[in-house]
């Protein structure tokens, strides 16, 4: 859609006009033509003074057969065959999304010597389980495993397409989505399926004040990517089912890229993986006062997160930050000190199973979602706290 400018219905004076009508300024008269540029903001105030010299046409919907796509694919993410947590995560949703239209679950697994593994992506609610397998899908590179998800997707037809928001993830599937030009809506923190197959992806818009449901009706397949700990894993069921093997061509596996040395690092410290945390915020007047905090920490075993402006304020590291900008967390007991509540942070936390909230002013948000509240001075409770772990035997 866009807006038509027709040059013969205009002269200098007309186009003078229209474009003090501008109200970004984004027209230009030049050469005996009127055009326009990225400042427009279509918001349509010349169409409505134009008298017909220029046009808001709006492109025609793409109709598409639904009846030819069906079931809804997870790609399983794995490093050497383990799998990502995220995967399984996924195929329980994917279960609830498939059942409203009788639609199957199936995977998709790309690498070497992963057969075996690929397994155990039926225990989790696969009804299919695809495996391309091949020396050259050995490490990630992405021109070859866009070529065998697009190759899969043109063979198999899935309607809906989940993948993990990690570092893999946010890679491969906006390549794939911008190959068959369909859409592709990045960090889901829900999912819906509708009757008509159409996959409602939903995700904080505007700095997290409004929820936006998103939908590609008239394209498939219909991507996402969603977040680690956003949904539970659902419970393992043994299977005998064999996965189904994909043919892996040498045209599937050309690269202008190769990798010449891999360096494995230590693993981070990943509070997503916590089940317990300890998380500070803005209530924490210091640096120094954050020891307070990390003694309750260490009483626990817990974590330490924040919110972001600790981080900017150099106290943390990004990889410690729970909120939209930073990790999604689940864990079985979350604290909250000095956490005022924003609706950024909630986002990433509202699955934890116990929330426990220490702030000062009874009308904090943080209070609309923990479990437990304590109104007070964070510097009075949190000795309390550690006085009376101190008597627990």
């Not at 903001?41 to 409505?48: D, E, L, N, P």
């Not at 109709?63 to 399984?88: A, M, P, R």
């Not at 945390?277 to 626990?300: H, P, S, W, Y």
């Amino acid at each position: 859609m866009g807006l038509i400018i027709h040059n013969n219905l205009i002269n200098e004076e007309k186009a003078r006009a229209l474009m003090g009508s501008c109200p970004f300024g984004a027209m230009e008269y030049k050469d005996g033509k009127l055009s326009i540029g990225m400042q427009c903001k279509m918001c349509k105030a010349c169409v409505r003074k134009s008298d017909g010299a220029i046009t808001f046409e709006e492109e025609q919907a793409s109709l598409i057969d639904k009846s030819l796509w069906n079931g809804v694919l997870v790609f399983c993410e794995h490093y050497e065959g383990h799998i990502h947590n995220v995967t399984f995560e996924l195929l329980g949703k994917a279960k609830e999304l498939a059942k409203v239209n009788d639609e199957p679950v199936l995977a998709l697994m790309i690498g070497h010597n992963i057969t075996s593994k690929a397994q155990e992506l039926y225990n989790y609610g696969a009804d299919s389980v695809y495996v391309y397998d091949d020396p050259g899908l050995k490490d990630f590179l992405i021109e070859p495993y866009a070529n065998v998800f697009e190759d899969f997707i043109k063979a198999v037809k899935p309607s809906a397409i989940l993948v993990g928001a990690t570092n893999v993830g946010r890679s491969l599937a906006p390549r794939v989505a911008a190959r068959l030009h369909t859409g592709l809506t990045a960090d889901c923190t829900s999912l819906e399926m509708t009757e008509s197959k159409d996959l409602v992806q939903i995700r904080p818009a505007f700095g997290g004040n409004i929820m936006a449901r998103i939908m590609t009706p008239n394209h498939r397949p219909q991507f996402c990517t969603v977040r680690y700990k956003i949904f539970s894993k659902p419970p393992r069921i043994e299977s005998d089912k064999k996965p189904i093997a994909m043919t892996v061509t040498p045209q599937m596996l050309a690269s202008h890229a190769r990798i010449e040395e891999i360096e494995v690092k230590s693993p981070d410290v990943d509070i997503s993986e916590a089940d317990v945390i300890v998380q500070a915020g803005r209530g924490v007047k210091t640096q120094k006062d954050l020891e307070l905090v990390e003694a309750l920490a260490a009483r626990l075993g817990a974590r330490m997160a924040c919110t972001r402006p600790l981080v900017e304020n150099g106290w943390f590291s990004a990889k410690q930050q729970i909120g939209l900008s930073g990790r999604t967390v689940k864990p079985k007991l979350l604290i909250c000190v000095g956490v005022s509540g924003a609706v950024q942070t909630v986002a990433g936390m509202k699955g934890s199973d116990c929330i426990i909230a220490i702030n000062s002013d009874p009308e904090a948000p943080i209070f609309d979602v923990a479990h437990y509240g304590l109104v007070g001075d964070l510097y009075k409770i949190i000795p309390s706290f550690l006085k009376e772990l101190d008597n627990v035997q």
